[in-house]
């Protein structure tokens, strides 16, 4: 009998269940006379390329497999698996269903990108009409789907940004992207792939950009500035419309990084803030879960002065029928195949739609009050603050900062995430951004109810208590998940991650 699984690394394998001759469906045999259709196409196989024995797949009956994926999939958390995902900067929030039904319809999923104009007016009409609603929801002029990612459309914003500098004739001497140093790691990274060199500058002291730094670093040598507000700490840059006048006064343009626009949506837009060019995470923000491999979509908007650089091809409508128009001399060229990654815009459009412009805006004032409700009550935890302005209302998240509970009790932010696995909760984001001590980066999101946010900070509180009186219980978390506690460099390691055929494991374990 095997023995009852216990929940670790010796999860079997679906090969390791496997069972000569057991079968989980039966195809019906070639009546004598009948043509072997699998046959047929072999005859146009070359004989090379023919197999010279059966694949080696496990075989198992039909609840054996269900049963095996089933239990991965319990192995796993996510946003609807339990209580709450804190994941600061990622907005993990409740995605609903139907957007996904949408998305799915054979209509959306049977559609091939080659097919012809006039057999996808559908989509197209789709897309369109979501750019608009985007346009007016950020301020912008025009814009583009293209963008598979955030990062992505951080660096198309970028090629613009060079494009434009072409144009006027400025690329040689403008050759510097302005980024704060709590930015995303991946605003210093998308400028410089665009060629551009990165100057980093550092927040003042209450987690807001430096106007005297900034001033110092702008000049002729500026191509731009990359700034994200709210910015990562989830404080709204008060000075925004001085920041984007100082840039400009130098001749740079402005990027906006509105991965998470949860905090603005309908409250205010980065077009009225001065911004040229903004970048939003569909996958983050427009119901499309942010993670796990999934496609994501970036939505990448413009000022009019910008749009002829926008990559092809642009949804145009005329008479009420929609073409795509390729010839766009000044284009950067393409960044992605075809138009962009179809089903999160499709959730973003199905989205946008059933909450209408007032239930954005409702949405954006309740995971900003969800945010404040959970950092009000989490910096009054013993060992716990809120540093860089405790007193200013946050946006969509908080960065708490475990410094003085490391100081005082050896447990650091990294063991307090852990140990929330315990209680079902999702570790939040840690260490980040690098601006603060043993930072905890906690985004509750609209999704969560007020029960819910109190069991997240009855759970900081208890591990609080325990690492004032037995830290060890919170030093060798978690201990109630499928997984216990992982070597975090092994875990992540190329040659010992191990994500597939025990035997590739153990084979790699050798080699270390
Ligand atoms: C998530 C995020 C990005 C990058 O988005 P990806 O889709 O992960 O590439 C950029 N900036 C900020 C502030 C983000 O939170």
Redesign the pocket.
């Known amino acids: 009998m095997r023995k009852f699984r216990q929940a670790d690394w010796d999860e079997p394998l679906i090969f390791e269940l496997s069972r000569e001759g057991r079968v989980g469906f039966f195809t019906p045999s070639i009546e004598p006379g009948v043509r072997d259709p699998i046959g047929e196409v072999e005859d146009h196989i070359p004989a090379n390329m023919i197999r010279e024995s059966l694949p080696k797949l496990p075989e198992l009956s039909e609840i054996e497999v269900l049963r095996h994926y089933l239990h991965l999939s319990q192995m796993n958390y996510g946003v609807n698996s339990g209580l709450i995902y804190p994941l600061g900067?990622?907005t993990m929030k409740y995605n609903p269903i139907i957007n996904e039904v949408i998305a799915s319809y054979p209509k959306i999923t049977e559609i091939h990108p080659d097919q012809d104009e006039s057999t996808v007016q559908g989509i197209l009409e789709i897309m369109y009409q979501l750019k608009d609603w985007l346009l007016t929801l950020t301020g912008m002029d025009d814009g583009s789907f293209e963008p598979a990612?955030?990062?992505?459309g951080?660096y198309l914003g970028n090629l613009l940004i060079r494009a434009y500098f072409k144009e006027i004739g400025e690329i040689e001497k403008r050759s510097e992207i302005i980024i704060p140093d709590s930015a995303?790691g991946?605003?210093p990274a998308s400028a410089a792939m665009a060629g551009f060199k990165v100057v980093e500058i550092p927040s003042k002291e209450d987690g807001c950009l430096d106007l005297e730094a900034l001033k110092s670093v702008v000049g002729d040598h500026t191509a731009g500035l990359m700034l994200?507000n709210p910015n990562?700490l989830g404080i709204f840059e008060s000075e925004i419309s001085r920041i984007t006048e100082i840039v400009h006064k130098a001749g740079g343009l402005t990027y906006y990084?509105g991965?998470?626009m949860n905090a603005i949506l309908g409250k205010c837009r980065p077009g009225d803030m001065g911004f040229d060019i903004v970048h939003l995470?569909l996958?983050?923000t427009f119901s499309t879960p942010h993670g796990g491999g999934g496609p994501?979509a970036?939505f990448v908007g413009v000022k009019s002065f910008l749009s002829d650089f926008l990559p092809v091809p642009i949804i145009e409508e005329k008479d009420g029928e929609y073409r795509l128009n390729y010839d766009k001399p000044k284009a950067i060229g393409k960044i992605k195949g075809y138009y962009g990654n179809i089903s999160p815009i499709l959730k973003a459009y199905a989205y946008t739609l059933s909450l209408g412009g007032s239930g954005l805006k409702e949405s954006s004032e309740i995971a900003v009050l969800n945010s404040n409700y959970v950092a009000t009550k989490l910096k009054n935890i013993r060992g716990l603050s809120l540093p860089c302005s405790p007193d200013k209302p946050r946006k969509h998240e908080a960065v708490l900062s475990a410094k003085k509970m490391m100081d005082e009790t050896g447990v650091r932010a990294l063991n307090i995430s852990k140990k929330l696995l315990d209680f079902g909760i999702h570790a939040p984001t840690v260490y980040f951004p690098l601006i603060v001590p043993e930072a905890l980066m906690i985004e509750p999101t609209e999704s969560e109810s007020l029960e819910r946010l109190e069991e997240l900070i009855f759970a900081f509180k208890t591990i609080s208590d325990l690492a004032y009186s037995k830290p060890d219980e919170v030093l060798d978390a978690p201990k109630n998940t499928s997984v216990n506690r992982l070597d975090e460099v092994r875990a992540s390691h190329p040659k010992t991650m191990c994500l597939s055929w025990r035997n590739y494991c153990t084979i790699s374990k050798q080699q270390t």
Do not use: L, P, V
């Open positions: 900067s990622c990612a955030g990062a992505h951080e995303h991946t605003n994200t990562t990084d991965a998470n995470n996958h983050k994501g970036c």
